[in-house]
């Protein structure tokens, strides 16, 4: 039977907030069952607010798959927004949902049957971003389900995770059951089974969670023991009992085009952050970047099929009416049949003017010619990723792009008519130098002199490049792991000195915070003990951190302070090469050893080439025709 909740308090609430559309649900594309069909309800909560989380391609593959099944029902759940008077936006009259639904005693509940989160056998979070943990305890509470693993009660649902930050599970493993490691496509039904079976026997929550042990990469916190150093570092992490792996191997699919993509998506009623059909040409990345963590966790590279992906965008296109569609993966330009992918595309959506964007592209001639097709009455802005500003930097990060390169696509964009370019970069990285930083003023400076090359009738009006430069967070699974980040002063020195270098008419230049940066590198490499902070600092107020007018960085030290743990311990210091990770328990396919091989021709500024060129013994070779380019 369906559980019961106050419609009237939520009428009521929906009509004081500022975007009700984040909480009503009924949009084109959603499934909705009777409650008593399924065996299995599964709650997928993303924790951050709707119109981030209806952008996330990875929900709309999970939610599809699980109702896909007719004995379970997969719902949606996002965070709600907070009393905007709290982050001192005082010109918002309107309390928000979170504040209301205390008053109201409303919990936090369903888009689909507004169905507490309690009510739910299983409910899920997908770990995108380190700065979001806090607001997996705000709706963990809001639904009214404990927030610490060990005080779950046998009728509670049992909590799951995964995405890219379940590869580092520690600083969550007091509050999550299982963690889900790798592809998730066939994990997750694999999870809904053994839990759906365990429920129908009436067995115990920890039997369920030792049955979940059997599925390739899905780990167990309560069933693994750690033991720390008087240093602080870990002395060992070892299971505790016999259904336990020593490693967790990742989930990996073989085949995309046997893998299940949706053909239809919710399609919401309000604007997201990106609102359009998001169609994944291909997963993993073979480049190498020494910095990037989803080029190391989403190998190896597999590709759909050019037929496959047009069936896909037109299904997609006839079912949501969207006019654009991204094609969408790490490193898209690498994809074997772009060009001829993307002219098809053009003619057979071209009649119903749909555009075709690429995310952070690397646009040679034919590429351009195909773009300028599609693109025939906007042009939007360009994104190039060089990430350092000098050749030397870019060595040491196995960036694989020169300067002459940027360049030519760059004079190439102006003349095919687009006048908007951004350009990424990243401070902080390992051996960087002040000449480095001049560089990335230097490379805005020849993209400007680069626009007013093309001749004053021939080149668009409104010239704009967005110099963004991030702060350098050291990631698990990197050959960068074992590296200290910037501190906090250093990093206001090099962004003071980039603002004085980038004072260049038609630049503009974008940075991060040093204090979340700071933050998002303590959970990036942090243990169980971090859980504790989480905590305390959730208990004090914090929640919504990613968003800069919420991020209450005072709170979070006094957290620090109070219980005796240095941030610095996490974020600042360098690692040994023996030194037990907390993430050693996972086995991602990269092997250490070739990381730390990476980490030292970084030292010394030397390159690894393209997988696609040859393997260079990543791990991956291990596992027998799961890799392609593998020797």
């Given at each position: 039977m369906q559980p019961e909740i106050n419609q009237e308090a939520i009428a009521r609430m929906l009509d004081q907030v500022q975007k009700p559309t984040r909480y009503t649900?009924?949009?084109?594309?959603?499934?909705?069952?009777?409650?008593?069909?399924?065996?299995?309800?599964?709650?997928?909560?993303?924790?951050?607010?709707?119109?981030?989380?209806?952008?996330?391609?990875?929900?709309?593959?999970?939610?599809?798959?699980?109702?896909?099944?007719?004995?379970?029902?997969?719902?949606?759940?996002?965070?709600?927004?907070?009393?905007?008077?709290?982050?001192?936006?005082?010109?918002?009259?309107?309390?928000?949902?979170?504040?209301?639904?205390?008053?109201?005693?409303?919990?936090?509940?369903?888009?689909?049957?507004?169905?507490?989160?309690?009510?739910?056998?299983?409910?899920?979070?997908?770990?995108?971003?380190?700065?979001?943990?806090?607001?997996?305890?705000?709706?963990?509470?809001?639904?009214?389900?404990?927030?610490?693993?060990?005080?779950?009660r046998e009728e509670d649902p049992i909590v799951v995770a995964g995405g890219p930050c379940a590869f580092n599970p520690e600083p969550l493993a007091d509050f999550i059951d299982a963690f889900m490691v790798g592809d998730g496509e066939e994990q997750i039904l694999d999870l809904n089974r053994v839990i759906m079976q365990g429920r129908e026997e009436g067995a115990s929550r920890m039997t369920i969670l030792k049955r979940l042990c059997a599925i390739r990469?899905?780990?167990?916190?309560?069933?693994?023991?750690?033991?720390?150093?008087?240093?602080?570092?870990?002395?060992?992490?070892?299971?505790?009992?016999?259904?336990?792996?020593?490693?967790?191997?990742?989930?990996?699919?073989?085949?995309?085009?046997?893998?299940?993509?949706?053909?239809?998506?919710?399609?919401?009623?309000?604007?997201?952050?990106?609102?359009?059909?998001?169609?994944?040409?291909?997963?993993?990345?073979?480049?190498?970047?020494?910095?990037?963590?989803?080029?190391?966790?989403?190998?190896?590279?597999?590709?759909?099929?050019?037929?496959?992906?047009?069936?896909?965008?037109?299904?997609?296109?006839?079912?949501?009416?969207?006019?654009?569609?991204?094609?969408?993966?790490?490193?898209?330009?690498?994809?074997?049949?772009?060009?001829?992918?993307?002219?098809?595309?053009?003619?057979?959506?071209?009649?119903?003017?749909?555009?075709?964007?690429?995310?952070?592209?690397?646009?040679?001639?034919?590429?351009?010619?195909?773009?300028?097709?599609?693109?025939?009455?906007?042009?939007?802005?360009?994104?190039?990723a060089p990430e350092a500003g000098t050749q030397r930097l870019r060595d040491v990060i196995n960036k694989g792009v020169t300067e002459e390169d940027l360049m030519s696509k760059v004079s190439d964009a102006f003349h095919g008519g687009w006048s908007s370019v951004k350009l990424y970069f990243m401070m902080g990285l390992p051996t960087e130098t002040t000449e480095d930083l001049d560089g990335i003023a230097d490379l805005a400076k020849k993209v400007v002199d680069a626009y007013f090359a093309v001749p004053r009738g021939e080149r668009a009006k409104g010239l704009r490049v967005v110099c963004s430069a991030s702060v350098f967070v050291p990631k698990p699974f990197t050959p960068f792991q074992w590296e200290p980040q910037d501190t906090q002063e250093m990093v206001r020195e090099k962004q003071s000195h980039?603002?004085?270098?980038?004072?260049?008419?038609?630049?503009?230049?974008?940075?991060?915070?040093?204090?979340?940066?700071?933050?998002?590198?303590?959970?990036?490499?942090?243990?169980?003990?971090?859980?504790?902070?989480?905590?305390?600092?959730?208990?004090?107020?914090?929640?919504?951190?990613?968003?800069?007018?919420?991020?209450?960085?005072?709170?979070w030290r006094e957290a620090f302070a109070e219980l005796g743990i240095d941030p610095a311990f996490y974020a600042y210091r360098r690692r040994e090469k023996d030194e037990i990770m907390p993430w050693d328990v996972i086995d991602c396919g990269v092997t250490k050893e070739f990381l730390w091989r990476e980490k030292e021709k970084a030292e010394k500024a030397q390159t690894t080439k393209d997988c696609r060129k040859g393997c260079n013994g990543c791990g991956l070779q291990r596992f027998k025709g799961v890799c392609k380019y593998c020797g």
């Open positions: 649900g009924g949009e084109m594309n959603t499934q909705l069952k009777p409650w008593d069909s399924a065996k299995l309800h599964f709650a997928f909560c993303f924790p951050d607010t709707y119109e981030v989380g209806m952008s996330h391609l990875g929900m709309k593959i999970l939610y599809h798959t699980i109702n896909g099944r007719e004995d379970a029902w997969c719902e949606r759940v996002f965070s709600p927004w907070v009393d905007m008077a709290a982050a001192k936006r005082t010109f918002m009259p309107w309390v928000d949902m979170m504040d209301l639904m205390k008053q109201e005693n409303v919990p936090l509940f369903t888009l689909e049957s507004r169905s507490p989160l309690s009510a739910f056998d299983v409910v899920g979070f997908t770990l995108q971003y380190e700065m979001s943990y806090s607001n997996i305890l705000a709706m963990l509470e809001l639904g009214g389900i404990p927030l610490l693993r060990e005080n779950r990469g899905v780990y167990v916190p309560a069933l693994y023991d750690v033991q720390y150093n008087a240093d602080g570092t870990i002395a060992s992490m070892k299971p505790n009992c016999p259904e336990a792996p020593e490693k967790v191997l990742k989930a990996i699919i073989p085949d995309l085009d046997k893998a299940f993509y949706p053909t239809e998506i919710p399609v919401p009623y309000m604007e997201i952050i990106h609102d359009r059909i998001m169609l994944e040409i291909m997963r993993g990345c073979t480049r190498g970047c020494r910095f990037c963590q989803a080029g190391i966790l989403y190998r190896p590279v597999r590709e759909r099929s050019l037929e496959h992906l047009v069936e896909l965008a037109q299904q997609l296109e006839n079912t949501t009416g969207y006019e654009e569609i991204s094609l969408s993966s790490l490193s898209s330009g690498d994809y074997t049949c772009l060009a001829e992918l993307i002219r098809e595309l053009i003619r057979r959506l071209d009649e119903k003017h749909v555009s075709i964007s690429l995310p952070s592209l690397r646009l040679d001639s034919v590429l351009k010619d195909s773009l300028e097709a599609t693109q025939k009455e906007k042009k939007t802005s360009l994104t190039f980039l603002r004085e270098k980038l004072h260049i008419k038609g630049v503009t230049f974008n940075y991060h915070e040093s204090d979340l940066s700071y933050l998002e590198a303590c959970f990036a490499r942090g243990d169980r003990r971090m859980g504790q902070v989480l905590l305390r600092a959730y208990q004090k107020g914090c929640m919504l951190d990613g968003w800069t007018e919420l991020f209450k960085y005072d709170m």
